[in-house]
């Protein structure tokens, strides 16, 4: 008996399961397919914040959500874009400019600091020098006994006795017989006024201590510095502070160091052209004239064309003492170290100073000197009496005003002189 074939389902029908519910027959084969609202597109890389990285997500793609499931913590979640949805476009954000590299923001402090090295180097060097010249010099200075333990007088006194001798250096020894200066000032720089250079003729009427009267510079043959100082000292009433000694061969070399020094020779009572055999001095005619150190020695020298005689040599050395204090003295010979060396090789060689007194004393001494010889400085010699004084024994002398000196001298001391030019001949 055949077996009765049971009737086909329809398409569609639902099969009836115990305890179950029907459901299409294609839905039980094809998998589920969740709804639009609730699919949630894959996490893409998170968004970059580095400089270039693109814009920003909209904030809302951050916080977006599955719904009907957990939230994920571990990044933002893309919506769904629907087609319906009009794509909006959004401006970029503002990018910052990348910073700059470390290496060149370092460039311009590594020059700075080079900059301050290369300073700092120049300004040891500046500051080096000098004091090593210092020290230097002060190794070469020739020292002699002089000063006396006279009670102080006002301002500082400097008494200089100079040799126009043709001999470089300075005064022969005082213990060779015969030894002698030609040239003695004073320059004396009081606590207030103007300083001053006198001239004190060496030939000046003088009583010299345990000696008896003479000419001043028999002081220095008959007992060397140390009576000199003695005799100059009863002479003025001032105390010596530092006493320097000068050879004017040597200031001729100083003179050609510098290169030439300016010197004036207009005085009324010389014949011109000048021709002084002794010294060796030519002039042609009153004026001025740069002159080389042998010049400059005739200069210093010259007596027998000079009316004045001693007077007249003296003030015309005081001018080249002048005319050299101002040429070492200029700004531009802080600029040659060679040139500096030799000058102060030069001149120490033509100094000798009294003990105690150094190279910061020689450098006051030049200053003096230019403030002496300046406009407002004084020049000349105490009052004179008599160029042609006789007193028997000792022949022809000059004579000071015994009395005007007594006060002059006072007025030195105090700075009560007035600038210019004081003292001289007689009558003058």
Same mark, same amino acid.
């Given at each position: ?56 997500? !909209? $904030?809302? *793609?951050?916080?977006?959500? @599955?719904? /009907? =499931? &957990? ?6 979640? +893309?919506? #769904? ?14 990018? !910052? $400019?990348? *910073?700059?590299?470390?290496? @060149?923001? /370092? =460039? &311009? ?6 900059? +301050?090295? #290369? ?17 230097? *010099? ?15 007088? +006002? ?274």
């Amino acid at each position: 008996m055949t077996p009765e074939t049971p009737p086909r389902r329809p398409s569609g029908a639902s099969r009836a399961r115990p305890g179950g519910s029907a459901r299409p027959a294609d839905d039980a084969r094809a998998p589920r397919r969740a709804p639009a609202s609730e699919r949630t597109v894959p996490p893409t890389r998170p968004p970059s914040f580095s400089p270039g990285g693109g814009a920003r997500r !909209p $904030a809302a *793609a951050e916080d977006a959500i @599955t719904v /009907g =499931r &957990p939230q994920h913590p571990a990044g933002p979640v +893309a919506p #769904v874009r629907s087609s319906a949805q009009p794509r909006v476009s959004r401006p970029p954000e503002h990018v !910052p $400019a990348p *910073a700059p590299r470390p290496e @060149t923001a /370092g =460039r &311009p402090r590594r020059r700075g600091r080079r900059a +301050a090295g #290369v300073l700092a180097f120049v300004l040891v060097l500046l500051l080096a020098w000098p004091i090593g010249l210092l020290i230097w *010099a002060s190794g070469k200075i020739q020292h002699v006994e002089a000063l006396t333990t006279a009670p102080g007088t +006002a301002g500082t006194t400097y008494l200089l006795a100079g040799s126009d001798s043709r001999a470089d250096g300075v005064i022969e020894d005082a213990e060779t017989l015969g030894a002698r200066t030609d040239t003695i000032m004073l320059l004396q720089v009081p606590s207030r006024g103007p300083a001053a250079l006198i001239s004190l003729p060496r030939d000046t009427f003088v009583d010299i201590p345990g000696q008896g009267p003479g000419k001043l510079n028999a002081s220095f043959s008959l007992g060397g510095a140390p009576l000199l100082v003695q005799t100059v000292e009863q002479l003025t009433g001032l105390r010596v502070d530092h006493y320097v000694e000068i050879g004017f061969g040597g200031v001729q070399h100083v003179v050609d160091a510098v290169g030439g020094v300016e010197l004036c020779l207009e005085d009324p009572n010389i014949a011109y052209p000048v021709d002084d055999q002794d010294s060796g001095l030519v002039w042609p005619a009153p004026g001025c004239q740069v002159v080389d150190g042998f010049t400059a020695l005739a200069f210093a020298r010259m007596r027998q064309s000079d009316p004045t005689g001693d007077i007249g040599r003296g003030l015309r050395q005081q001018q080249l003492i002048g005319a050299v204090t101002s040429a070492v003295s200029t700004p531009s010979l802080a600029l040659q170290p060679t040139k500096q060396v030799a000058l102060v090789d030069t001149g120490l060689g033509a100094l000798a100073v009294s003990e105690g007194s150094g190279i910061l004393d020689l450098g006051r001494l030049a200053l003096g000197f230019r403030a002496a010889t300046g406009p407002e400085g004084i020049r000349g010699t105490p009052p004179i009496l008599d160029t042609n004084y006789r007193p028997g024994g000792v022949g022809s002398t000059v004579r000071l005003d015994p009395d005007a000196t007594p006060a002059f001298f006072a007025d030195l001391a105090e700075g009560a002189l007035p600038p210019g030019t004081v003292g001289g001949m007689p009558g003058s």
